[in-house]
């Protein structure tokens, strides 16, 4: 069984930069082909894409969000970390990551986290 | 970037019924590279379509999914009580990717 799990922080103040983890399990992020992406959710309102890493290293980022956005991975604890700089208030959403298993073609989101809510607030 | 709009906004409908569902996008996805996303209250999506008319692993027969280049329709062919929900559709097809604004199905 797949599971993803985001953790980091609930609450972050503005200019702060933050870390978010995907811990994957029953898969390996090294997997050809396999990709983990996040996605984000402010409350009542649409899907947000912002970066995916494939598992050769090689990464995308959402062009609006680009210089804000890092995405790594780490093989040895099958996670993916995401860090956005200079967090604003309405960088606050629900924070999602998802896999892209091997045997979808394309980009789509197969398993995902059950989300984590971040709030930016002074 | 490709837009996605989605259409109706909001669809009232009753158990039993047939639900079809819109994304138009600003331009041709290339590939069919078209998926659909059920989210339930307090949920996570779930994958329902991709590749515009494959059923992800798991998803009844009841949900099917058509279109090419700009125009792609999810049809429920007959809801149950747990089709109520908010889906959206995504284009994975051209970078970067891009979620719809989501059509919200409710009860009658």
């Known amino acids: 069984q797949i599971t993803l799990k985001e953790s980091g922080p609930t609450l972050v103040k503005p200019t702060q930069t933050l870390t978010l983890t995907c811990t994957v399990s029953?898969?390996?992020?090294?997997?050809?082909?396999?990709?983990v992406g996040w996605i984000r959710q402010p409350p009542g309102k649409a899907l947000e894409w912002l970066a995916l890493i494939y598992w050769d290293d090689d990464n995308r980022y959402s062009p609006s969000l680009e210089s804000r956005l890092t995405i790594t991975k780490d093989t040895s604890k099958n996670q993916v970390v995401l860090g956005m700089t200079n967090m604003d208030p309405v960088d606050t959403a629900t924070y999602y990551c998802?896999?892209?298993?091997?045997?979808?073609?394309?980009?789509?989101?197969?398993?995902w986290g059950q989300g984590t809510l971040v709030t930016v607030s002074s | 970037e490709i837009v996605l709009t989605q259409s109706p906004g909001t669809l009232s409908l009753s158990p039993g019924e047939r639900a079809t569902l819109s994304c138009r996008a600003s331009?041709?996805?290339?590939?069919?590279?078209l998926a659909w996303y059920q989210q339930k209250p307090g949920q996570a999506p779930r994958l329902l379509i991709y590749g515009a008319s494959s059923r992800a692993t798991g998803i009844p027969e009841r949900f099917s999914g058509s279109g090419s280049g700009t125009d792609f329709t999810l049809t429920i062919s007959r809801l149950e009580p747990e089709d109520f929900a908010v889906y959206y559709c995504?284009?994975?097809?051209?970078?970067?990717?891009?979620f719809g604004q989501g059509t919200k199905v409710e009860i009658k």
């Open positions: 998802a896999l892209r298993p091997s045997g979808y073609p394309g980009d789509c989101w197969a398993n």
């Open positions: 995504q284009q994975y097809g051209n970078s970067p990717q891009t």
């Open positions: 331009q041709s996805v290339s590939i069919r590279y």
């Open positions: 029953g898969f390996s992020v090294s997997t050809s082909g396999v990709g």
